[in-house]
């Protein structure tokens, strides 16, 4: 019988937050065979306020840096064989991936980085369609084509799906290879030198381990302090509207304008949304949401690029946390350079659902192996923070 988790005095490995990332970690653990214990410290395991469920499900190959679309497409197989690999006791989960594909349109100024990005994309098998005017007219005749030169469209492996699903069903297949999950939350670590040798939780416990990975999400900035570790990772609020609209439209696509605003089909309506400009995104833990960001900023910009949105109707609108790296807003894998034994899996600023099954499973190779087996994903280790040598992604959205 697996040990209650509330009597846990000791473990392999603490995997520091429950949400989509430490699920993923859990779960490449015990799938892979890991001949030790596991134990996930998650304070809120309805995920009410968490990142995963607020998050609008997006899965792309179309990125710059060839890590994150390697990532991505594991992302995307690892979606396509989730009801075979996360069943329990036969039964399989319904992710619900709609693959529709994301379709980046570009002004004349952005047409050559969006042809390099191309090349590249397809050159790591992403099946990504280059259009030019005549070809977006063609395939997506309800376009408005003001002010733009091309796109690029992605065919296949690209689309969204049920978040919070994914998240759940990787946490439930952890659980019965063998993984425990504790309700607390980690307000200490206790470091020598080199090592973390305990964590410390709100209700008093003292967890010895043999590895700890923060996987805290948002809060990440926040966990390694503890360890006196400045890790540059921070809650930036993000909100998606949803509208209806009664022309019919076919299947659009996943669709982001030049000027940042994206939208997509949801259910029988569509939902939407714009990243902040850098000085108006400060670090933000509240999810009220702005309503004259809809009035002022997305409905004039959704109306001039679909003449059908001239007429939609707002119903509702959440808000969630990107946990945005602000060095590079790419993601940070891999231990800590002096405290071994502390590895990272933060700072996705928004690709965390897609990049999850690629960071669970890289996480547990460095665990197991002591090294990346699959992807090298060393680019992305803690070095670069302390260098401040940032990794620039064009897909940022």
């Not at 060839?66 to 690892?78: A, D, P, Q």
């Not at 050159?123 to 376009?143: K, N, Q, S, T, Y």
């Not at 570790?229 to 696509?253: N, S």
């Not at 800590?336 to 897609?354: D, M």
Request: net charge negative.
């Amino acid at each position: 019988m697996p040990q209650d988790p509330d009597d846990v005095t000791q473990a392999d490995v603490v995997v520091i937050g429950g949400g989509v990332i430490g699920c993923a970690i859990a779960f490449h653990l015990m799938e892979g065979g890991f001949d030790g214990s596991v134990l996930v410290i998650e304070p809120d395991p309805s995920f009410a306020a968490g990142s995963t469920g607020r998050s609008a499900g997006g899965l792309r190959q179309q990125f710059s840096l060839v890590e994150n679309i390697r990532m991505s497409r594991y992302g995307v197989e690892f979606v396509r064989e989730a009801p075979a690999r996360l069943a329990v006791d036969g039964d399989a989960p319904d992710l619900a991936f709609r693959e529709q594909g994301y379709l980046f349109l570009a002004t004349e100024e952005a047409m050559p980085a969006l042809a390099e990005n191309h090349a590249l994309q397809v050159a790591e098998g992403a099946r990504i369609a280059a259009l030019d005017r005549d070809g977006l007219a063609a395939r997506f005749p309800w376009l408005a084509l003001d002010g733009l030169a091309g796109g690029a469209f992605g065919e296949a492996g690209e689309g969204w799906l049920d978040p919070y699903g994914l998240m759940q069903a990787l946490r439930r297949k952890a659980r019965a290879l063998g993984a425990r999950f504790l309700q607390d939350r980690v307000v200490g670590l206790v470091r020598t030198a080199g090592r973390i040798e305990a964590v410390e939780t709100e209700a008093g416990r003292r967890v010895a381990c043999g590895a700890v990975v923060n996987a805290a999400g948002a809060a990440a900035g926040r966990v390694a302090a503890l360890a006196g570790i400045d890790l540059p990772v921070a809650p930036k609020k993000r909100q998606v509207f949803v509208f209806d609209c009664r022309a019919e439209l076919g299947r659009p696509p996943l669709t982001i304008d030049p000027t940042g605003v994206y939208f997509r089909p949801e259910g029988a309506g569509f939902i939407c949304g714009k990243s902040p400009e850098p000085e108006d995104d400060p670090d933000c833990w509240d999810v009220e949401v702005d309503y004259a960001l809809f009035d002022e900023v997305l409905w004039p910009i959704l109306a001039a690029r679909v003449p059908a949105f001239e007429a939609i109707r707002l119903q509702s609108a959440w808000a969630g946390h990107y946990e945005v790296n602000a060095l590079d807003h790419n993601a940070v894998i891999g231990p800590h350079p002096e405290v071994r034994n502390f590895l990272f899996a933060n700072g996705f600023s928004g690709h965390g659902l897609q990049q999850a099954p690629a960071a669970g499973r890289a996480i547990a190779e460095l665990i197991e192996t002591g090294g990346f087996r699959t992807l090298d994903l060393s680019r992305f280790g803690y070095a670069r923070i302390a260098d401040n040598r940032p990794l620039f992604e064009r897909g940022i959205v």
